[in-house]
């Protein structure tokens, strides 16, 4: 279990700190300078930052995942089910190895036209760490299920 934890809160940090970033993004493209180089770095197409509501629907979705994960971990308390807090974790688990899977293939590969310094990004740094999250993910749910066994 203490394998466990210590993934739970690595995965479960990582996805609060991004959600926070993204919380962030609804008023400022910080850390970049303007918002045209926001949407060059993050999007990698378009204009300037994606509207607030895109931004907030992120950052709550990636906060509930950071939730589910730590309390799957037994890194804080849980709340609800344990069923349905174990579907969570395999929800977020898929979800950001679709991402980061589909990254590599998509915009690594140039399918979809996003910018060089994109692409540059998301296959150094942005599917890499979405695979990672993902595998820790799927590690905290199989530990979860060995430990406790199938959930009636």
Do not use: I, N, Q
Request: hydrophobic share 50%; glycine share 16%.
């Amino acid at each position: 279990m203490r394998g466990s934890k210590v993934v739970g809160s690595a995965v479960a940090g990582v996805l609060a700190g991004t959600g926070a970033l993204h919380a962030l993004w609804t008023v400022t493209p910080w850390p970049l300078r303007t918002p045209e180089e926001f949407a060059d770095t993050v999007v990698g197409t378009g204009e300037g930052v994606p509207p607030a509501a895109a931004c907030a629907a992120v950052a709550g979705l990636l906060g509930s995942a950071a939730y589910l994960v730590a309390a799957e971990a037994g890194v804080v308390p849980a709340v609800g089910p344990a069923r349905l807090r174990r579907a969570g974790v395999r929800a977020v688990s898929a979800v950001m190895l679709a991402r980061g899977a589909g990254g590599l293939l998509l915009f690594g590969g140039g399918l979809l036209g996003r910018s060089e310094r994109f692409r540059r990004l998301d296959t150094r740094y942005y599917s890499p760490l979405c695979l990672a999250l993902g595998a820790g993910a799927a590690a905290v749910a199989a530990t979860g299920y060995r430990e406790r066994g199938p959930v009636a």
